[in-house]
Structures are given as C-alpha cells and as structure tokens.
T-cell receptor, first 116, second 113 residues
Framework: AAGVIQSPRHLIKEKRETATLKCYPIPRHDTVYWYQQGPGQDPQFLISFYEKMQSDKGSIPDRFSAQQFSDYHSELNMSSLELGDSALYFC???????????????FGPGTRLTVL | DQQVKQNSPSLSVQEGRISILNCDYTNSMFDYFLWYKKYPAEGPTFLISISSIKDKNEDGRFTVFLNKSAKHLSLHIVPSQPGDSAVYFCAAHAQGGSEKLVFGKGTKLTVNP
C-alpha cells in the first residue's frame, strides 16, 4: 500500500539559510499535518491543511510557512534557519474526521534537518 | 504542560510475556486515542486506536484499554516478541474541530529473547 512520502530524507543547512521540505500524502487522504520532533522529545504539531486550506496551527515559528497544493502535496518552507531548528520533521496524512470516523494519521519517514 | 503523559521512559520484558504500556491524560476533551510504534530513523507507525465511547479495542496481539474516569489508557502486547522492541507513543485527539495529535514522550520497550 502507498505510504506518505517525504523528501528529502536528510538535509544539512547553514544558519540563516532556507529549507523546503516536501510531503506527498497517501492517495485520497484530504488532510496533511506537519510535526517537529526534537532529540529525545515527542512530536510537536506545527500546522495542518484540509482540502488545501490551513485547518489548524500549532507552535510554528513565524519564520516557517506551509501550503498544500492542488495535488494535495504539501511543502514546509523554513527561513532564517537557527541551530534550534535541527530536528526530525514528520508529515502525516489522514482522511479527516469530517469525512469519516477513521481519522488515524499515517506518518511519513521524516526529514532530518541539521542546521550548522 | 504535558497533556499526555507516559511516566515510564523504558520497559523491559521477556519474550512471550505480556508488555503493558501506560498512558495518562489530563484534557477531558480528548475523545480519540492512538498508539504509535517508532523505530529509530523511521516515522511513527500506527498500531491501534480507541474512541472514548469504548473501553477496549483489540487487534491481534495488541489490546488497548481505556478508563475514562481515571483518564488512563494502556496498551497490552501479548505475547511480546523481540520485533516489538521500539519506542511506543501514546497520542490523543480533542473534539471540537482541531485534529492535531498530542503525543506523550514515549516508552522504550525492549523485549529480550
């Protein structure tokens, strides 16, 4: 079965650079979520999109922005990178609770971002 | 403020025995609970979930129990296998439009052969 695809898997950037992370959800899933997991931490919700509209926003810095495109893939754009942005970034997708009871979120393999 | 708590950072059990992973939550608005398994360098893998209208859900070797009055849930794995060794995250979702998952800090399970 198709899973959530994330690219790149690893990314190394310098401070103050920009980074773009991509996510391709499971086909027919209408909701995409972004999470950040720091070392030894639990995943923290950043932002979500339902049917290409932002549906919820968590602890996402103003330096970060995201969008969902017409083909449902999503991109997380990160600017003015800081050392503390080094983390695993997970994308998840689901059939929204609005469309059915099975709202389990399925996660991609993550992008490991290292800021030097 | 940690709304989902997994107070045991690690658990070690013998192969064939039962593994019990515990999770407590503080937000009474949570109405859907999920368990994820995570290997290093991989994304969390969905295991099993339970709605707040139920007190038990079973899927093969995995059973999740929910005690709403105590705001407590547990994941039972029986029999445990070495391949079950991973970090297990408890997660919850709150009713009212937001579908973000709130995670616990995880419990590292080690199943010894």
């Amino acid at each position: 079965a198709a899973g959530v695809i994330q690219s790149p898997r690893h990314l190394i950037k310098e401070k103050r650079e920009t980074a773009t992370l991509k996510c391709y959800p499971i086909p027919r899933h209408d909701t995409v979520y972004w999470y950040q997991q720091g070392p030894g931490q639990d995943p923290q919700f950043l932002i979500s999109f339902y049917e290409k509209m932002q549906s919820d926003k968590g602890s996402i810095p103003d330096r970060f922005s995201a969008q969902q495109f017409s083909d449902y893939h999503s991109e997380l754009n990160m600017s003015s990178l800081e050392l503390g942005d080094s983390a695993l970034y997970f994308c998840a997708s689901s059939l929204s609770f609005r469309t059915g009871p099975e709202g389990e979120q399925f996660f991609g393999p993550g992008t490991r971002l290292t800021v030097l | 403020d940690q709304q989902v708590k997994q107070n045991s950072p690690s658990l070690s059990v013998q192969e064939g025995r039962i593994s019990i992973l515990n999770c407590d939550y503080t937000n009474s608005m949570f109405d859907y609970f999920l368990w994820y398994k995570k290997y290093p360098a991989e994304g969390p893998t969905f295991l099993i979930s339970i709605s707040s209208i139920k007190d038990k859900n079973e899927d093969g070797r995995f059973t999740v129990f929910l005690n709403k009055s105590a705001k407590h849930l547990s994941l039972h794995i029986v029999p445990s296998q070495p391949g079950d060794s991973a970090v297990y995250f408890c997660a919850a979702h709150a009713q009212g439009g937001s579908e973000k998952l709130v995670f616990g800090k995880g419990t590292k399970l080690t199943v010894n052969p």
